[in-house]
């Protein structure tokens, strides 16, 4: 019927966008259909054993949270359930501790959502993944310490969280990192020494945060990191007079508490 359970708790079809064959008696691998742009929809891949490697339900309308069943999915590389916010009432709850088991995976898209509680502290068990992109929802809680050990990582979009903690020194181990987007959090302390060895970064957004300190770290161009775009909080307020709070020599664009951002130059 239309309330079949579908999701995890409280996730029903009514909601769905398409049901794109979901639990239906065909073949997982068929579970999926076209939405009207030509994107495949649904399990989108699967191995020549049967078993799912992509899942993309991007935009779809799903509820509830994401069961923890999810584990069961041993072969899946991609997940993809971007764009299921609804102010609350949209894919929602914390991201199951589960998710670690899926050895294979090596794509995270869970943007825009109602998402909320921590990253599994064990994230970096998942040493495969190269794109995590998790941004736009009310994720709390501290970067995983051990994040370091996902060293293929080339992005890593946590923006407009509630994110808080300092950040562990173990990111220094994330060379190919190429686009680090954290502004909008409130991660505070001073930046660890250790990530000046992210030489692969280009784009690097900490501004809206509580930092303090110098950002220099990712200044020294000896260390081989070239930013195109470096945002951080290092431009101060008039009125009331106050001095930014942190120092940046290399910043491309200074922001301050007030949500201005102005050229540093």
């Known amino acids: 019927g239309e309330t079949e359970q ?13 049901r794109l064959n979901f639990l239906t008696d065909t073949d997982e691998c068929q579970w999926r259909d076209t939405d009207n742009q030509g994107v495949l929809k649904g399990v989108a891949s699967c191995d020549g054993d049967g078993r799912v490697t992509a899942l993309q339900l991007a935009t ?29 009432a949209g894919l929602g709850g914390s991201i199951p501790p589960e998710i670690v088991n899926l050895s294979s995976l090596r794509d995270i ?17 998942l040493n495969g993944l190269t794109y995590i992109a998790m941004q736009a929802n009310q994720l709390e809680g501290p970067m995983p310490s ?3 050990s996902c060293t293929g990582l080339t992005d890593l979009l946590l923006q407009q969280n509630e994110m808080t903690g300092e950040l562990p020194t173990s990111m220094g181990a994330l060379t190919n990192l190429q686009e680090l987007f954290l502004e909008d959090n409130q991660f505070s302390g001073s930046i660890p020494a250790d990530l000046g060895n992210m030489r692969s970064l280009r784009n690097l957004w900490l501004s809206k945060n509580d930092f303090v300190g110098g950002m220099d770290v990712f200044c020294n161009p000896e260390a081989g990191i070239t930013l195109s775009l470096f945002y951080a909080d290092c431009l101060g307020t008039s009125f009331p007079e106050t001095p930014p709070q942190v120092e940046c020599s290399c910043c491309t664009i200074c922001c301050n508490e007030d949500g201005d951002c102005l050229p540093n130059n």
């Not at 898209?109 to 068990?125: H, I, K, Q």
Request: hydrophobic residues 30%; proline residues 3%; charged residues 15%.
């Open 146 to 148: 051990n994040i370091g």
């Open 60 to 88: 779809n309308g799903l509820t509830g949270t994401i069961p923890r069943e999810i584990q069961a999915l041993t072969a899946m590389e991609t997940f993809g359930v971007a764009d299921n916010g609804n102010n609350g």
């Open 109 to 125: 898209r869970a943007f825009d959502n109602d998402l909320t509680g921590s990253l599994p502290s064990n994230l970096g068990e």
């Open 6 to 18: 579908a999701g995890g708790e409280g996730g029903s079809w009514g909601s769905w966008n398409q």
